[in-house]
């Protein structure tokens, strides 16, 4: 599929950005996403600088994207513990 032009708008100013069909609607949640963020922020700290405000929702979201890496490495970790587990009952099961 082809690529379609868009605009998003985030934190009042608009981004042009040419993305995929199957991207789109996850383009503009995160979008729409990014900016309640930012608009929480806005109404609950007494920080009123745009800069600012898009930095702390690109910490908030790198740090979330960071832990969810962080548990999935952890569960691959602990999904080839079991396999080596199971293989190391298997084979001492089969050499008797």
């Not at 991207?23 to 963020?37: L, T």
């Amino acid at each position: 599929m082809g690529e379609i032009s868009i605009k998003i708008t985030i934190s009042d100013r608009i981004y042009p950005l040419k993305v995929s069909m199957e991207e789109e609607e996850i383009v503009r949640r995160a979008a729409k996403i990014i900016n309640e963020r930012i608009k929480d922020y806005q109404e609950n700290y007494a920080v009123r600088d745009k800069q600012d405000l898009l930095s702390m929702a690109v910490l908030h979201y790198a740090t979330a994207v960071l832990k969810v890496e962080n548990k999935v490495q952890n569960q691959d970790t602990e999904v080839a513990e079991k396999v080596d587990e199971l293989d190391s009952l298997l084979n001492d099961f089969f050499s008797k």
